[in-house]
């Protein structure tokens, strides 16, 4: 069976359209049908996935040749497990979405859930600069869309941020994108596509740094990293909750990916002059983020704070601009995803048992409801980055890099990872344990709930036990994306080319 | 062997997984049965695995078993493996072995708890991490067994968790473990950056050859590993208040098991030790004052099972100072025959405090030796062995520690005398323990017990705060057990105060016996120290009697204190005030950290959500940005009808815009 990566993309729209057109009743239905095949669809292009192959499942098709853009997607090491992650994401909150209800709109929300799903998928697989630069932009409408017909109060507030701080950051990626092909093509005829890119050589070193800097900053935003993080709050918490749980869960990491997959091949000289700078946003992200969740009382900014943290460790990983520190971000990425979407519905949970979502609200949550107070301590230990879980994995090839790299921040860096035991531990003792709140009513997990939190914890689980499962997969492309700004300008165009085409030069 | 020792892992790990999966299901007493049954088979494959081992030639006792490449990638070998020699099964033996017992012990003691289920799945959960930790062949794993056990210990000492104090302790616990954690993860990066292996094998052959900036280095970070796990100085404070835990944990946890991991740690590592030898005086040490520091704190507590946890955090400061001045038998033998005397001296407390109703105060206790005698005998051999009294265990292997620290000479007489020093104190304190909580006029709950009528508290107080509690689930239930009527109590302290009378004949004075020395020796093969510190018969005969005389007399001033003269305690208290406020006040320990660790965080937090959130990110960053905007955003207050396409339409709009500027340049 081949592979096509064009049907996995639309699958989740497509359905969406189906079930917009089918009625109110089949909406949410047909959407997780459509989320759940792409999943389906993705489990199998993991397990054909070559695991030292190269690009694989290339779609190539002309797309706006004017422009020197092609419709060209594929799977390598970088996208493979993310594109795993997205499709898990989609399908289990397409699932929360779908049991939950309530949406007075359901055929409105399914779409846009379908699209947004599609064109995170999109931004993944696209292997043209151009293409990668649509879908980035094209996934931050749908969730405007899904805030501001279906969040919370403060909604509108909520999307004016959101949207202006994105917009600022996607702006800055396209006139970067499009004045990198430019000063790439030289004398050639522009194109969009990665591998005439890396073909082509890197610019000059003046244009890198300033095209990565433009780059960084959209990534840096669409994570966010201190101090970019002022939509944060309030989109946090004016998203519907399974909104937010994909919101938090995948896009970040396109983000992440952004950066590896964009900014070490194509501008190894400018990643290399800003290693310390952008070290230093990350150790800041770390610091800042862990403080404010181990001080807020809101639950949702608990974890939006905590993930502002978790994004530090990965782009830490990912600058220590060392192949195990880039291993160890990809995982994490895959992890902190993991770990975030059943984190946020069983918050969700939670605030619905509490009637707010105030963790002075709460407390005693694990009395008539063991089985939800157990899923939330392996969810909570597994963020913390408890050894023996995956996200310890990746944490410890991130600080490993890192401690190779830059001594001193690997070693403040480690507050980091004390503080997240702080502000885990006291969410989750304030939540369920502790003396009830007032309004606290401990229910346990229904076995809808538990139809979708379960099989999320049990894959927490089993990457725990075996994260070498994505990091072989992974091995290759890490490899040489970290290789193009370690070996130098001239030698980094080949290590780029040979990540692309998959062969030996 | 191979079967054995995976076994070993999988049976606790199956008896957790049994027992919570099945919390609805097992009636009765089945969960404390099948989660004893696990712990026992699994002694019962480290006995057979040690049998496999002691078939091998001596020099082949170390066999390493890899399960699968776990996060291996670009020259990190991280990889699951075990490692089967005669330090990791001495460990192992003692956990297990102690754990069996303890779990026999809590079939009754726990009964009436709401919570039954739960315990035994923590209780075996805590069994699998200790036996990863010690079982572990590389750094990784070893991390790995390190943080279980700290999340075991959290979630056992918060086990009663509607209770604030509870859950606070465990906070405090875990996190000062996480440090801990640290400083071993930052301690493998040094090792590992030389040595390019995690694997303990690979690491150690390469010991000689590592730069000594960085082994020391390394070596000291481990050294906050082991401080934080086996409350050493400053990294102690978690113990006493992990003291809110059921008294089963505080017996196996808290005070027999994963407590002593950083004794092991130390000796498992000696290759990296003996080559850093700074590194190996800052634990030798620390381990001497822990070990005064933490006796004078118990002569002054009133908590019953806090005077038990001082005086755990000064033993253990007794094994660290061992292991890391070279004296790795006698530390590990200690390390065998304290588990056994204190495991029973806190199991005996369980009883006390079971007869008390939960009260833990030793000023509502006195006269409880006739009301239990069984108990009494227990806490009495428990503490003779303690006190370092012949011809107890705690006699033997206290006094090879000191003797050891003699011979080493130099400034090691230093530690030799503190070692006395505490053995006094150790006596002291100990008894003043037993004489308040036994001897005197009999409180109520003894004259009660003594009618044959087991006191039940009808209010429910938490005993640190005093608060009322109900008694849902949550908190113990309104059945108390104490050992003189259940034979799974009274079975479990039988065979501990056998272990803790005996188990001296391992390993006696003047080469007498070496059974402890003679296993663990192909485990120490190429050391400076083992075997090579060997104190004449006329050192170690002095030993013996100093140390005997020094129990003896602690005794007799702990009686002459709060037997002869029950006044004489207010008298010493108010003669030495300053030195009581000092010893009472836990010499100020969680002050400083307070000061120096907590506040400053809270602080930054604070500044952070209140001040910088708020006037910078908020007020400039993205207040700045939105009045740019200012137009726009009125529009989109209107967005239901239908602005917001507008937006995505300018979104669009302002792409091309930038296309064609660029299309047009070129």
Known sequence: MTIHLSLLLWLPTIAGLIGALLGRRQAGGVALVGAALALAYAIVAVTRFKSGGGLQFVTDEPWISALGTRWKLGADGLNLFLVLLTTVSFTASTAWAARKGGYDRPRVFFFWMGLAHSAVLGALLAQDLLLFTVFFDLMLVPFLFLTGMFGGEDRVRAVVRLFIYTLVGSLLMLAAAIAFAVLAAGDQPISFVFSDLAARGPIANGSQNWIFLCFAAAFLIK??????????????????????????????????????????????????????????????????????????????LVLGYSSVAQLGFIVLGIFSLRPEGAQGALLQAVNHGLVVVPAFFIVGLLAARAGSDDLRDMGAGALRAPVLAALFLVVALATLAMPGSSNFAGEFLILLGVFRAKIVIAIVAFAGVAMASVYMLRMFIRAVHNPAGAGMESLELSAGDGLILVPLVLTIVALALYPQVALVRSERAVGAAVAAVGTGPVQSATAARLAESGGAP | MQTFAWLILALPLAGSLITALGYKLWPGRLPGVIGTVAIAAAFVCTVLTLIKLQDLDPEHRQVLFVGWDYAA?????????????????????VVTGVSTLIHLYSISYMWSDKGYARFFSYLNFFVVSMLVLVLAGNFLLLIVGWAFVGAASYLLISFWYRRTTATRAGIKAFVINVVGDIGLILGTYFIFRNSGTLDFFGTFQQAGS????????????????????????????????????????????????????????????????????AAADVGAVIGAITLLVAATIGLVVTDLKRVIAY???????????????????AGLFHLMTHAFFKALLFMAAGSVIAAMAGEQNLDRMGGFRKAMPFTFACFVIGGLSLSGVPPFSGFFSKDEIIALMGERGGWHWILFVAGYVGSFITAVYTWRMIFRAFWGEPVAEALELQRGHLHHAEVHRNPATGEEEDTDVGFPGSEHHIAEREWPMKGAMIVLAVGATALGVLQLPFHTTDVVDNFLEPTFRGSKYFGALDPSDGFTTIGLVIGAVLGVAGIAIAYRIWVQKPGTSARVQARFAGLHRLFANKWYFDDLIDVVVVRPFGWFGRFGQQTFERVFVQGTLVGGTTSIVRAGSAAVRAMQSGLLRAYAALLVLGALVVVFYFLAQS
Not at chain 1, 235 to 263: D, E, Q, R, T
Not at chain 1, 276 to 294: E, H, K, N, P
Not at chain 2, 311 to 329: C, E, K, L, N, P
């Open chain 2, 311 to 329: 005086s755990t955090m000064s033993q253990i400061g007794y094994m660290i100072m061992a292991v890391s001045a070279g004296a790795y038998a």
């Open chain 1, 223 to 300: 994570m966010p990293a201190f101090p970019f993080q002022g939509w944060m709050p309030d989109g946090y918490l004016n998203m519907p909750l399974p909104v937010l749980a994909v919101f938090s869960g995948v896009l970040s990491k396109v983000a992440a990916y952004g950066f590896l997959k964009i900014c070490l091949p194509f501008f190894p000289h400018a990643s290399a002059h800003f290693q310390t700078l952008v070290l230093l946003i990350a150790l800041a992200s770390i610091l800042y983020g862990s403080a404010m969740a181990f001080t807020t009382t809101n639950t949702r």
């Open chain 2, 73 to 93: 990638t670009f020259g990190v070998d991280a990889e699951i493996s075990i490692l089967i020699d005669p330090l990791s099964l001495f460990m192992a033996l």
């Open chain 2, 210 to 277: 590592l730069p000594e900036g960085d082994l020391t280095a390394g070596c000291i970070l481990l050294l906050v590993g082991a401080f934080a796990k086996s409350a050493q100085i400053p990294l102690h404070t978690w113990l006493p208040d992990a003291m809110e835990g059921p008294t089963p944990v505080s017996a196996l946890i808290h005070a027999a098991t994963m407590v002593t991991a950083g004794v092991y740690l130390i000796a498992r590592m000696w290759p990296l030790f003996e080559h850093a030898p």
